[in-house]
């Protein structure tokens, strides 16, 4: 099976979009989205969601009026607004992957306080919650019909 690529000019403007779902931060010493390492594996881990990402850049271009990475910064970020108000799921498709791939980064992970590694086979320890905070969906009658 060949694998699908975006156009140099996707590329361009889905960078340019991941940077400004998350920017770099100087304060918490983390990469932005947009980041070589991150984008590099963004790129390669778009598998089953390549059309929706590639529906989605079409859209922001049309929103954009043209390529969006070469918008200036405020216009960009007034798109990127537009682009938010109108959603879709190929937008969230987008922002999922981009979301994916930015919390697996060692540095990333570091700097949340967790060790850069998968959570197996030794596992998280999750804080436990208060289950009482689900007693009013239990105390609801049920929302599906009984099949007879």
Known sequence: MPTQELSPDE????????RLIIPPSETYRVPGADD???FS???RSLERDFNDVRRALSDLKELSGGAFAELPP???TEVANAFREKGGASLMHLVRIVLLCYYRDD????????EARSPFPKGHVVEQG???LLDPVRAR???WRKVT
């Open 107 to 114: 540095r990333v992970m570091q700097s949340l306080g967790q």
């Open 41 to 43: 594996d963004i790129c």
């Open 11 to 18: 590329v361009r403007d889905f960078r340019a979009l991941a």
């Open 74 to 76: 405020a216009r960009r």
């Open 36 to 38: 070589d390492q991150i």
């Open 130 to 132: 208060d289950y009482s």
């Open 141 to 143: 009658p049920p929302i």
